[in-house]
């Protein structure tokens, strides 16, 4: 009917497999292997689902989120099926959850911090969509509360952590990623984005639950945290010393360092 709609693979969830979970790992290479050595693959994005319950799994290849995009990505070019990748469903829930037999908990806060890690991840990985599940909580009690709205719609903390990152991000590019020499700390996670005309924004936060200093090139920079709250301007020589580094001071709430 209409030749230029994109046809999506069917979402994948790729974890928790068989014999204790519901899925089967082989699926995948099943159908790709049906597929492979026709004249072109009848899909034209790659989609599948992620969750940091199942991070681990995926570490081997990358942080959260990326590591499962990476897994996937070779996945493809191995049969020769170089395809977009979209997430369709990924999030965090700001409640507890049973995972195989181990209480698992997440606080509002933690799950607003999760939004920008997500979002900032997902660029790196050149996901062309990542979709936050839920916007709002399931009325169903047994269901985790994904959502950024409460059930009767009243803003999480998480919601206004989306707000900001759509004011931060949406209209930059990925640039790279920085590497724990260039932070000072191997518990600091950072990515560098570019924004046409405003400059570069890198958006950081650490891994261990405590503060890391990191040190950025640069005359001055402004601090924004993940709920949009600005703090004053950073520059070089605050520390006494005028080296042209900018010392910067990093938590586990992401910060958007933004420099000319």
């Known amino acids: 009917i209409d030749p230029e709609a994109p046809v999506l693979f069917g979402r994948l969830a790729y974890d928790n497999w068989e014999p204790y979970g519901p899925f089967v790992k082989t699926f995948l290479d099943d159908v790709l292997a049906i597929m492979d050595g026709t004249d072109s693959y009848p899909f034209d994005m790659m989609n599948f689902h992620y969750y940091p319950a199942f991070r681990e799994t995926w570490e081997d290849y990358g942080p959260d989120i990326i590591g499962k995009a990476n897994f996937i990505r070779d996945k493809l070019i191995a049969y020769g099926a170089e395809k977009p990748l979209i997430c369709t469903e990924a999030g965090l829930w700001s409640d507890c959850r049973d995972l195989e037999n181990e209480i698992v908990c997440s606080s509002y806060d933690e799950q607003s911090r999760y939004v920008p890690q997500l979002y900032a991840r997902g660029k790196a990985a050149d996901l062309e969509i990542n979709i936050w599940f839920m916007l709002v909580d399931s009325v169903n009690p047994y269901d ?70 990191m040190a950025l090139a640069g005359s001055c920079l402004t601090v924004t945290d993940k709920y949009g709250v600005e703090g004053a301007p950073i520059c070089d020589g605050d520390d006494g010393r005028g080296d042209g580094l900018i010392q910067v001071n990093v938590g586990p709430s992401p910060v958007y360092l933004r420099l000319p």
């Open 144 to 213: 985790l509360k994904h959502g950024l709205l409460e059930t009767n719609l009243e803003p999480k903390l998480a919601y206004s952590a989306y707000q900001v990152l759509a004011e931060q991000l949406t209209s930059t590019d990925y640039v790279r990623t920085l590497s724990p020499s260039e932070t000072g700390s191997e518990q600091i996670e950072a990515y560098e984005f570019r924004e046409e005309e405003l400059g570069r924004i890198v958006v950081a936060w650490t891994n261990d639950e405590s503060n890391h200093t």
